[in-house]
């Protein structure tokens, strides 16, 4: 667990210093020129949909994990706007929360009970 740890530590950090010096050097409105290249129908576009579409199994599954409540939707919006930031983030607090249990952290406590 001290690995998975680590490299969600190192994905979080590289894409944030990442994203800030993208952000410094063309402005913080990424949505125009990612939904341009959708339109555009070119290679850039194809891995900008693809993504999207991780990102949305990304929300769909924390909503899932946290039983579709209040709490999961917002969690679900948090994965599919936040990126690799959030889910980072997000499953190494599941790690530490779940003493490391990688069922528990998948599935939440009340399925991995079952």
Known sequence: MALFRIFLATLFLGV???TL???AGHGWNLVPPFLAEI???TWQGQFNLD???FLLLSGLWCAWRNEFTPA???LALLASSGGILFLAAYLFYLSMA????IKTMML???R???
């Not at 779940?98 to 249990?101: H, I, K, L, Q, W």
């Open 108 to 110: 939440g406590a009340r």
């Open 112 to 114: 991995a009970a079952a």
């Open 16 to 18: 944030a210093v990442y």
């Open 72 to 74: 999961g939707w917002g």
């Open 39 to 41: 339109r555009a129908v």
């Open 51 to 53: 993504f999207a579409t």
């Open 21 to 23: 010096m993208v952000g």
């Open 98 to 101: 779940t003493g490391g249990d």
